[in-house]
């Protein structure tokens, strides 16, 4: 079977074959592949004029609904993912988490569109007032580059290692050529043509390159971003191509590191925190054979606690079923391929020169329903290393495979100092139920790792383990793990985001931003604004309301009304020595009665009020003062309809802008409300 290339709208062969893929289990050839003679410089072209286009025209609420769509689409079609995957060595469990995690990840940033305008561009940060009278201010905007993302992924992730990417530059507005691993690449081009075949991207949005897409990187601007994930070698020469530094094309690399686990010295023998340790590891070592970017290289113990380590470790170790898949009773599949089991033994045997070897089954493997001959199976090996200040091959050295060495360290500053050795890190984990020292581990090696799990039986049922990156956090590491970030939640996403400040009147930044700014126009709004329906308001609409003086009743009132008798609030006696001048209104009271005059009591379109954001009480407000409100829409977000029983909605921001009888503000907020549409059929 041949995999072919998914470019310019079409299914095409390369030249020739460029790779057999051969089956990590059975060691037969199932496909083969070729990007030879693709007009790269085209490919690029379509994907920044079909893709890109047609992404930046979508806000960021409709691509996120793509995306949740498109999990929707490729979750209920996963099993045949699955079925594939074992080809690659994965038993299930691996594979739930390059399947089920890659998709997840989709869910993960479509649910992102929540926490972006109804825009196809983003407002970053806060107004910045640049003149005296405040007619000069300065925003920042964020709009999508126009070019494409470029992906170069690794062999042992081929889904999550696509998924994961493309899901934070399509939310970005940005499309995607995919170059995934030829080894693995089968399995990548079955999640694509379900992509595909589904039609709910946009054409061009996502092209894949199955082969070793050679000359690419010729090929890219200075409007494209290049992502690389997989060895620190190939990735600095990657990095260092003429055309990525003549352009200066960003260039995110998230490389193999010498990732480590701490067991901390409060943990005794007995406790939970150790069987809790023992299990991290283990499961680090065999899971996808260990063939993870994440994976624990390093085992940092305690020197009076390493041989009890050590033995509980090689007493798991020893039980590991390790063969086919299909076996439900396998625990360890095969690597990848056999050009992989010659660059594991290759490292092995380098290791093996500065530190001993503690466990290695490979003379006694008792494959289940395979064959050693036929497969790419490899043992588990464990190394034990006493002097690793000196022998460090250990933190040079990477052997991606089952493979991990046992360090001991003598107190906390050997630990950071051994950590650090490693030269940056994705993940280390720190195994302690003292989090005095945890503060102490995390403080002291945070600037070499992208990412630090502190465990404990607190956490330790719903921790997702020390090699799970999640799509919310920032993935990625500095030195040795590349120095880039993915994924990361609005980060992520921000790295295809091209920033760009802007400066004018308040009212012309307004236009730009679609986001109310203060000393905008506030034209009346009649009828009021909560007697009209989501399509009829504009931003900047105002209500300015009847006003109120504030009595000595009204504080006496709340106080009873909300139990809060604070002292500044109900004693005047206790005043010295503080900022206030006399008994001062509370702040929640001013935002009640705010409410009070803003709200439009009738049943209208406003369907429900559902949380204040950025609240801040920004003068005292005593006995006597004279209140009124400016309440003006601030921001319009379109809403998607659930289901056709759904009333059709959108969410409108207001600015609560509270002020007294000298017109200064004494306290603002944003209040969020549903508002009801008058076409209710989308």
Same mark, same amino acid.
């Given at each position: 079977m041949e995999i072919k290339n998914y470019v310019l709208g079409e299914w095409i062969s390369g030249e020739g074959t460029e790779i057999d893929h051969i089956h990590a289990i059975? $060691?037969?050839?199932?496909?083969?592949? =070729?990007?030879?003679?693709?007009? +790269?410089?085209?490919?690029?072209?379509? $994907?920044?004029?079909?893709?890109?286009? =047609?992404?930046?025209?979508?806000? +960021?609420?409709q691509r996120g609904e793509m995306l949740k769509s498109l999990a929707l689409h490729l979750n209920k079609r996963k099993e045949i993912f699955y079925t594939l995957s074992k080809a690659t060595g994965a038993t299930r469990i691996d594979s739930w988490i390059d399947i089920d995690g890659g998709i997840g990840n989709l869910f993960a940033n479509a649910s992102l569109r929540r926490q972006f305008p109804d825009l196809p561009y983003y407002i970053d940060g806060q107004m910045a007032n640049l003149s005296k009278n405040g007619t000069f201010i300065g925003h920042h905007i964020m709009v999508p580059k126009r070019g494409v993302a470029v992906h170069i992924n690794a062999f042992n992730f081929p889904i999550w290692g696509m998924l994961e990417k493309i899901a934070v530059n399509l939310m970005a507005g940005v499309a995607a050529v995919v170059k995934p691993s030829e080894y693995t690449s089968y399995l990548t081009e079955l999640m694509v043509k379900?992509?595909?075949?589904?039609?709910?991207?946009?054409?061009?949005?996502?092209?894949?390159?199955?082969?070793?897409?050679?000359?690419?990187?010729?090929?890219?601007?200075?409007?494209?971003?290049?992502?690389?994930t997989g060895s620190a070698t190939t990735g600095k020469i990657l990095k260092s191509?003429?055309?990525i530094l003549e352009n200066s094309v960003p260039f995110n690399m998230e490389a193999d590191s010498l990732n480590a686990c701490v067991l901390g010295e409060d943990v005794d023998e007995n406790s939970d925190e150790f069987d809790i340790f023992i299990k991290e590891i283990?499961?680090?070592?065999?899971?996808?054979?260990?063939?993870?970017?994440t994976a624990v290289r390093r085992i940092l113990v305690p020197e009076n606690k390493i041989d009890q380590v050590q033995k509980a470790l090689i007493t798991k170790l020893e039980k590991t079923i390790i063969g086919n898949p299909e076996n439900k009773d396998v625990r360890m599949g095969a690597l990848a391929s056999k050009i992989q089991v010659e660059r594991v033994k290759e490292n092995?045997?380098?290791?093996?020169?500065?530190?001993?070897?503690?466990?290695?089954n490979s003379s006694n493997l008792n494959l289940v329903d395979a064959s050693e001959e036929k497969g790419a199976f490899f043992s588990p090996v464990l190394f034990r290393n006493d002097d690793p200040f000196f022998k460090?091959?250990?933190?040079?050295?990477?052997?991606?495979?089952?493979?991990?060495?046992?360090?001991?360290?003598?107190?906390?500053e050997e630990a950071v100092e051994l950590v650090e050795m490693g030269k940056g890190s994705l993940v280390t984990s720190f195994v302690s139920n003292d989090d005095q020292k945890s503060k102490e581990f995390v403080v002291e090696t945070a600037h070499t790792n992208g990412r630090i799990l502190v465990l404990n039986s607190r956490c330790s049922k719903e921790s997702t383990g020390h090699g799970s990156p999640m799509p919310l956090l920032a993935h990625g590491g500095p030195g040795r793990a590349g120095g880039g970030e993915e994924m990361g939640g609005i980060r992520g996403i921000k790295h295809y985001l091209q920033r760009t400040a802007i400066q004018g009147h308040p009212e012309t930044i307004t236009k730009i931003t679609e986001q109310f700014q203060i000393g905008g126009n506030q034209p009346e709004s009649n009828p009021h604004v909560f007697r009209k329906h989501f399509e009829e308001l504009n931003v900047g609409d105002t209500v300015f309301t009847h006003k109120h003086t504030v009595t000595t009743a009204d504080i006496v009132n709340f106080a009873?009304?909300?139990?809060?008798?604070?002292?500044?609030?109900?004693?005047?006696?206790?005043?010295d020595g503080t900022i206030f001048e006399e008994r001062v209104a509370h702040g929640y009271f001013l935002l009640s009665k705010a409410a009070g005059l803003f709200v439009d009591p009738a049943k209208g379109p406003v369907l429900l009020n559902?949380?204040?954001?950025?609240?801040r009480f920004t003068k005292p407000v005593y006995v006597g003062a004279t209140i009124g409100v400016r309440f003006t829409v601030k921001e319009k977000i379109d809403q998607k309809k659930k289901d056709e029983e759904d009333i059709a909605k959108g969410i409108v921001k207001f600015l609560v802008d509270i002020y007294d009888e000298t017109d200064e503000t004494v306290g603002i907020a944003t209040i969020l409300t549903m508002v009801k549409k008058i076409n209710q059929t989308k």
């Open positions: 059975t $060691g037969e050839i199932i496909s083969t592949t =070729s990007s030879k003679g693709l007009d +790269f410089s085209s490919i690029l072209e379509y $994907g920044r004029k079909k893709g890109s286009s =047609s992404l930046r025209k979508m806000t +960021f609420q379900e992509i595909i075949d589904s039609k709910i991207l946009p054409e061009g949005s996502l092209q894949l390159i199955p082969g070793t897409g050679k000359g690419i990187l010729d090929h890219v601007g200075h409007n494209d971003i290049v992502t690389f191509h003429s055309n283990y499961r680090e070592m065999t899971a996808k054979t260990g063939q993870k970017c092995v045997e380098l290791l093996m020169e500065s530190q001993e070897k503690v466990f290695d460090d091959a250990v933190h040079n050295i990477e052997a991606f495979g089952p493979v991990s060495t046992l360090i001991p360290y003598k107190n906390m009873n009304v909300s139990g809060d008798n604070f002292y500044a609030h109900m004693d005047e006696t206790s005043l559902y949380g204040i954001d950025e609240c």
